[in-house]
């Protein structure tokens, strides 16, 4: 939990934790974890809550969205009036596998949402929020859980319920029509829930002046011969000039490639995510008339030792050029 900037090696960092709880002093209560947010520690209005809820129903089945509300919503009536226990626990597994859900979950999904769009909009410099004495060349990086890159239009799957990358690109597209998004995956796994979301919402559901968001994105994703497939194919798809020039490109990143992970069978190192990291801005930068703003969004990757290693690596090449970081 950070109140305040850092500045490490000479890299400025400024640090904003959305989910900051304060810790229940009378052994269980009937507050839902929203009720336990102190102004001080809480930079998320109930304005912005909502409009992450509003988001999300844009992209996601309704009746969906309603579910999850309700069942963390009576799980958590349940626990407190049928059991007496802590309005904080488990409920369950929600796809069979490895998506679970506990009573706050469905909170935590908003506040996550909040913090996506409040990096991307950091990134774009749309944010009036943040400290007013941050650069004009600024990434905004969410460091949040859940990942949300699996989570399609009406399911959960592999630990995700709601995609927060496509909720900031939405939000960004209703603040500015007809700009045009790259989301680059380098997850290990497929990020089938961002495809299905486009399929499904093109010509669909579209933004508050009737334009159809999904044409305005392109999306792309790899699994295996990271450095091959990230300098032939990845590259070039997320921006070529004078074929596709976004103004902004989102990063759905997925750390679970690390050697260490033991989720997959890839063999990469931290170096190579800092590597990744600065070949792409290099690519953005000269492959663009006017460089397109960059913003980052944890994904998977679940080994804390190496997840700190390599986010000490990446850091440096994005903050390189005097630009500054904001994490949320």
């Not at 309700?70 to 488990?90: A, F, T, V």
Request: glycine share 8%; with cysteine.
């Amino acid at each position: 939990m950070y109140d305040k900037d850092h500045v490490s090696n000479g890299l400025e960092v400024h640090l904003i934790d959305v989910a900051c709880i304060e810790p229940q002093k009378d052994g269980g209560t009937d507050m839902s974890t929203s009720e336990y947010f102190t102004e001080l520690s809480n930079p998320l209005t109930p304005a912005e809550i909502s409009l992450a809820e509003s988001i999300l129903s844009k992209i996601h089945d309704q009746e969906y969205i309603a579910s999850l509300k309700n069942n963390c919503e009576q799980s958590r009536q349940n626990r407190i009036i049928d059991e007496g226990k802590n309005p904080l626990g488990w409920i369950g597994y929600i796809d069979g596998s490895d998506t679970y859900l506990t009573t706050e979950s469905y909170n935590v999904g908003l506040r996550t949402t909040c913090a996506w769009i409040k990096s991307v909009e950091t990134s774009l410099g749309m944010s009036t929020s943040t400290n007013s004495n941050i650069d004009d060349d600024q990434i905004g990086i969410a460091l949040t859980r859940p990942p949300g890159h699996h989570a399609t239009y009406s399911e959960a799957n592999g630990f995700c319920f709601f995609n927060f990358a496509l909720a900031a690109a939405f939000h960004v597209l209703q603040k500015q029509p007809g700009i045009k998004i790259s989301i680059l995956d380098f997850d290990v796994h497929f990020g089938q829930g961002i495809a299905d979301i486009l399929e499904k919402c093109s010509k669909k559901e579209t933004t508050d002046n009737g334009e159809d968001w999904t044409s305005n994105i392109r999306y792309i994703t790899w699994s295996c011969g990271y450095r091959e497939l990230f300098t032939k194919y990845a590259l070039p798809f997320v921006s070529t000039p004078r074929e596709w020039e976004p103004n902004l490109v989102i990063v759905c990143a997925g750390y679970d490639a690390l050697d260490s992970d033991e989720l997959a069978s890839v063999n990469l190192v931290a170096n190579d995510f800092g590597e990744m990291t600065r070949i792409l801005k290099d690519h953005i930068q000269k492959s663009t008339l006017t460089k397109p703003a960059l913003m980052f969004g944890l994904e998977g990757g679940y080994q804390l030792r190496d997840g700190v290693q390599m986010h000490l690596l990446v850091l440096p090449e994005l903050c390189k050029s005097n630009s500054t970081s904001d994490c949320f």
